[in-house]
C-alpha cells in the first residue's frame, strides 16, 4: 500500500518523507489556504517547493469547474513537474477533462467521491487515483469504509487500473482498515502515520531491554 501525505506544510512533507516511507502527497485548496499559499506564482511556487521534497505523485487540484478552464489550469500544473498528478473534482466536466487529460499521459487524482458510481465514472474515464473521502462520509453517518470495499471490490470485477486512493482519513485504524480492504494508497496527515510506531509493550520492552543492558554492563 502507497502512503501519501494529506497536507501543504512542507516541514510536515519532509518529516514523512524522511521516515523513509513516504510514496507522494495530496493537496487541495483548503490545505493550500491554511498554509497561507495565495496568488497564482506562490501556488505553483508552492508545487514546485512539494516535488523537490519527495519522488513522485503530487497531486494538485484545478479550481476552475468548466472543461476549457479545467484543461487550461490543468496542463500549468502538469508543466510544474513530471511528479504533478492533476486533481479534479467529480462534476461533468471534471471527467470529461479526466478523459482528455488520460489521452494526452496527464496523471489524473478525480477527487470529491461519495459513491461507487461516481468511482466507476472516474475508471471508466481512466482516471489514475480515485479519491472516496472516508472522514467525511462517516461524518454524516454514512459508512466510509464500506465504500472503500466496494470500490476495491468493482475495480476488480472489471480489472480496472484506476488506484483506489482512500481519503479524509482520520485515525489509524481507518489506515489499517484500508489496508485490510486492499486499497492502493492511502493519504492522510503526518499524525496518522506516526502513530502507527506507538505501542506501549513497544516502549515498555526498550526499557527493559536498555535496563538490563545497564545492569550487566555498568
Ligand atoms: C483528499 O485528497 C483530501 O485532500 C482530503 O483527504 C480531505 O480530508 P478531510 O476530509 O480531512 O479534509
Redesign the pocket.
Known amino acids: 500500500m502507497k502512503f501519501f501525505i494529506?497536507t501543504a506544510n512542507l516541514s510536515d512533507i519532509q518529516e514523512a518523507y524522511d521516515l523513509g516511507v513516504l510514496d507522494g502527497v495530496?493537496?487541495?485548496p483548503?490545505?493550500m489556504a491554511k498554509e497561507g499559499i495565495a496568488g497564482h506564482d506562490k501556488v505553483m511556487a508552492h508545487y514546485k517547493a512539494i516535488c523537490d521534497i519527495v519522488d513522485d505523485n503530487v497531486?494538485a487540484e484545478v479550481i476552475a469547474t468548466d472543461f476549457d478552464g479545467i484543461i487550461k489550469e490543468g496542463k500549468e500544473l502538469a508543466k510544474i513537474d513530471d511528479k504533478i498528478v492533476v486533481k479534479v473534482p467529480m462534476i461533468k466536466d471534471g471527467v470529461k477533462a479526466i478523459k482528455y487529460f488520460t489521452s494526452e499521459g496527464i496523471r489524473t487524482n478525480c477527487?470529491l467521491v461519495f459513491s461507487s458510481g461516481q468511482a466507476l465514472l472516474a475508471a471508466k474515464a481512466g482516471a489514475s487515483y480515485v479519491?472516496p473521502?472516508i472522514?467525511?462520509l462517516d461524518d454524516v453517518g454514512a459508512d466510509g469504509l464500506q465504500l472503500i470495499q466496494d470500490i476495491v471490490d468493482i475495480y476488480d470485477n472489471y480489472g480496472y487500473i484506476t488506484e483506489v486512493l482512500a481519503?479524509?482519513?482520520?485515525h489509524t485504524m481507518h489506515l489499517i482498515q484500508c489496508a485490510e480492504i486492499g486499497a492502493d494508497v492511502v493519504?492522510c496527515p503526518l499524525n496518522v502515520i506516526t502513530s502507527l510506531l506507538n505501542h506501549p509493550l513497544t516502549d515498555k520492552g526498550l526499557a527493559q531491554f536498555l535496563a538490563d543492558h545497564k545492569k550487566a554492563n555498568g
Do not use: C, I
Not at 481519503?167 to 482520520?170: E, I, Y
Open positions: 494529506d495530496t493537496t487541495n483548503s490545505l497531486s477527487t479519491s473521502f472522514g467525511r481519503a479524509s482519513v482520520r493519504t
